[in-house]
């Protein structure tokens, strides 16, 4: 309840240029005014409608429950999943038209593409700063993602399918229906709740419009409901189940480890305890053993995945681009920024209170119905437990993990739904030591506020969400691979920023781990940053005795120091400068090109042909400018060459001729 009403984010401020902490509390803060108005507008209307129509949500509550217990629980469970699946390809067809929204799921394509190919990794470019994107990396066995491997696996399955766009559609499905399967078995006393429950879940906005998507949640959120399923029908049966447990566990932590270890541990625990009580210890041992059995394959798999691509066996490669600040623990995160109990807790404020909302977009969050459950009812019914632990316990372990936001509960999602249906049913029924015409006023209450706030989200949550998701023209302009002048494959130089070509240098050529170029690039001037990016690349690349390098400020620490200023330019870009200090003429150039604006490579690069995965589409490369991009030229002989770019102020971009760009932009001035 705390979390869903008390601006616990404001106990902290956020450090200087932190752009993503700041947007997480300005969208808390947006979000608890909703709540708190909203909340109150339909706390009100309920208790009128229950004063003018009091008996009309026990009508529909019994209609709806006859209704949703009618079909056989296996026919029930595949319309659940084909409602779920058909309602997430609307949103990967038509609200993101085919393409991917985070950098997360463009980085996890290319990798499953190359896997997909029958190889853990890319072929290492050349010039490999002209393809690395966010969360890709050189490895020794080539281009990769820092992703576990069973979703790139599954992005790799569908690749080879022909049908990647539909992995996250295919994934809910089969999550949606497996909770419905499982539900009913956990909540026995409950089941139309828990009918319901399948049901919202697999209409949920927050999971839809994830599952438009290809992020790894869905991989591991599938995985979570066959372990979950699997591990009831190893209660009520033979252990044999607990090998799918085993396999499902190990698919979820090989896609996301701390939820997997997490809800993988939990989800069986939870459902055997009961029966090692009634049974001995050696129908859990059985169980137990069996799981481990189950699992073992996939243990070996990720340490041998591990060992390949990132040197050892346990090492993640998170760790491996990021870090060790990548990992679970107070201390500072892979940008510099502070996280400690304070952070834990105010970032956890933010996420919960915008999970209570996002879960079926309704303005009364559905953690402060879960929270009304635990403070007011009169009893749980039974199994209620095991989604207490399945809805809890990845908030306690995300607690202790520097990265929020509220897909990280996306796991979750179905017993927080479950919660929030049971808190509805017991809130209906009223205590039963209440006077007869107060019970039944409360209980119509509770009632009407459910159906209100399902119809607000209906009618104003769920489009408001669609049309805040949709792309701009702008936008869409920038992310979608534009139409070639000529038949034919083509390399396309796609003009980005400066600071993205430094970065970009420092990492492909330089050998800088991703967390290092990220506090350079903000404690130092852009113009120092790019000449000892040169002088690097010199050292590391060509073995030139290039002298010492340039003094530069690599403290891994929040801010920039003293003295060096952020500034916008006319084209959008942002660079660092030190005070007055005057440019040289080849900083001057590199902002020169930049003058008209700059396009973003990744939502481009996945799109098309990729170095060793060719087959007759464009291929999109980093513009580096002249001198460099003829060596990549140089390697693609038969491929025409043209720049990606807006050429004008104000303008959007457009393919031009390769040799007319490279006059416009790079030419002296």
Known sequence: MAFAFLPIYRLIRVEEDA??????????????????????????IAVLLARLLPDVPERIGRRLGAWLERPRLPMFATGTGLVALG????????????????????????????????????????????????????VDQ??????????????????????????????IGVTAALVALTLPRILPTCPGAARAAALLTAVSPL???????????????????????????????????????????????????????????????????????????GWGLRRAATTVAGGMPFAVALG??????????????????????????????????????????????????????????????????????????????????????WAFLPIVGNALYWFHAPRMYFEAAPAWIALGVLAVVEGARAPSEAPAPWRRAAGSAVGWAAIVALGWAVVGGIPSRWSNAAWTEETLDRVTGPDMPDPGPALV?????????????????????????????????????????????????????????PGLDFAFSAGAPRG????????????????????????????????????????????????????????FVRDLGPEKNEQIRAAFPERRSYVYGPFAEGSPPRVVPYDEAMEILWAPR
């Open 87 to 138: 309602s997430a390809v609307v949103v990967w067809h038509l609200l993101y038209q085919g393409l991917y929204t985070s950098g997360d799921e463009m980085a996890s394509i290319i990798h499953g593409r190359y896997m997909a190919r029958g190889g853990l990794a890319g072929p290492i470019p050349t010039l490999p700063e002209g393809w690395l994107i966010p969360n890709t990396l050189m």
């Open 304 to 389: 041998w995945y591990h060992e390949r691509l990132f040197g050892a066996p346990t090492r993640w490669g998170y760790l491996a681009a990021f870090g060790d600040n990548h990992g679970l623990g107070f201390h500072p995160d892979p940008w510099g920024y502070a996280y400690g109990p304070v952070e834990a807790l105010v970032f956890t404020s933010t996420d919960l209170i915008a999970l209570g909302v996002q879960l079926l977009e309704t303005p009364l969050p559905v953690t402060a119905a879960v929270g009304c459950l635990l403070l007011v009812g009169s009893r749980l019914p039974r199994g209620a437990g095991v989604l207490l632990a």
């Open 564 to 619: 060096i200023e952020r500034r916008t330019l006319p084209g959008g870009g942002t660079i660092r400068v030190r005070g007055d200090v005057t440019l040289g003429p080849d900083c001057l150039r590199e902002l020169h090109a930049d003058r008209f604006g700059a396009v973003a490579l990744a939502p481009l690069v996945w799109q098309g042909d990729l170095p060793g995965d060719e087959d007759g589409r464009s291929m």
């Open 207 to 281: 999971l839809l419009f994830l599952a438009g998507g290809a992020l790894s949640h869905l991989t591991a959120g599938a995985a979570i409901a066959v372990a979950a399923y699997a591990a009831v029908r190893a209660r009520d049966g033979s252990a044999r189940w607990a090998l799918a447990v085993g396999a499902a566990i190990g698919v979820a932590v090989s896609a996301r480890p701390l939820t997997g270890l997490l809800l993988g541990s939990a989800l069986p625990l939870a459902l055997w305890w009961p029966g090692v009580r009634a049974r001995g210890l």
């Open 493 to 549: 130089f796609v003009h980005g920023f400066w600071t993205e070509r430094v970065s970009a240098t420092l990492q492909g050529a330089g050998g800088m781990r991703q967390d290092s170029v990220t506090a350079a690039m903000r404690r130092n001037a852009t113009c120092e940053l790019h000449a000892y990016a040169r002088l690097r690349e010199a050292r590391v690349r060509h073995g030139r005795d290039v002298g010492p390098l």
């Open 142 to 171: 080539g281009w990769v993602s820092h992703y576990p491997p069973s979703h790139i696996a599954a992005m790799a399955a569908f690749t080879l399918l022909g049908v990647p766009g539909l992995l996250g559609p295919v994934m």
């Open 19 to 44: 752009p993503v902490r700041e947007a997480s509390l300005a969208m808390a803060e947006l979000t608890m005014q909703l709540t708190w108005w909203g909340t109150l507008t339909v706390v009100l």
